[in-house]
């Protein structure tokens, strides 16, 4: 496996269910994000990670709780979501680099959520 | 505040004719700027990026943008589109840190 990977590719939930998107970095990065992209919106930050710790949360509703066990791999945990969380969710990684200089992120391909 | 700003959410063009997708940005600060490209059901791919020296910069697929600091504009074109080059593009800043600032998107249309 190359690059940055997601799964599921797609995912239908009822607002009473439990899952989890996984994302996974082979790039040997040290940040990881949660994107959401909804149709006619700009890109969402939701989470970053810098070294396993978060450094991040864009005022996310609490259903939705993020997980980085280590620099290589993130989770982002769904619990009774709403239909209006229905949307493709994007994971990315980068370097982390010092104040001012540049971090190229990388993107999966994402997780098209649907929530009824 | 920082801010992207792409007006046109689609552009038809027919095949082999030139394109531009246009991108205004407002910072108070010095900003790199990016183009990615979101193909169907896939995730998004750098396109190219502004980070210094020459204003006119060239990415992938025969893309290239120039950066214009007085219109506070990045505008990506080329020269002759394909019908592969049907997909969104995203135009993005960051100030230098891990926040990127992303435009709403232009879907890109071409037509045989």
């Known amino acids: 496996e190359t690059g940055v990977t997601q799964t599921p590719r797609h995912l239908v939930m009822g607002m009473t269910n439990k899952k989890s998107l996984k994302c996974e970095q082979h790039l040997g990065h040290n940040a990881m994000y949660w994107y959401k992209q909804s149709a006619k919106k700009p890109l969402e930050l939701m989470f970053v990670?810098?070294?396993?710790?978060?450094?991040e949360n864009n005022s996310v509703p609490s259903r939705f709780s993020p997980e980085c066990p280590n620099s290589s791999h993130l989770f982002l945990h769904l619990h009774t979501l709403q239909p209006e969380d229905s949307a493709l969710y994007l994971c990315a990684s980068s370097q982390r680099s010092a104040p001012g200089g540049y971090n190229e992120q990388f993107f999966g391909p994402g997780t098209r959520l649907t929530v009824l | 505040a920082q801010s992207v700003t792409q007006l046109d959410s689609q552009v038809p063009v027919f095949e082999e004719a030139p394109v531009e997708l246009r991108c205004n940005y407002s910072s108070s600060v010095s900003v790199y700027l990016f183009w990615y490209v979101q193909y169907p059901n896939q995730g998004l791919q750098l396109l190219l990026k502004y980070l210094s020296g020459s204003t006119l910069v060239k990415g992938i697929n025969g893309f290239e943008a120039e950066f214009n600091k007085s219109q506070t504009s990045f505008h990506l074109r080329k020269p002759s589109v394909h019908i592969s080059d049907t997909a969104e593009y995203f135009c993005a800043l960051s100030s230098g840190t891990y926040k990127y600032i992303f435009g709403t998107g232009t879907r890109l249309k071409v037509l045989a």
């Open positions: 990670y810098n070294f396993k710790e978060q450094t």
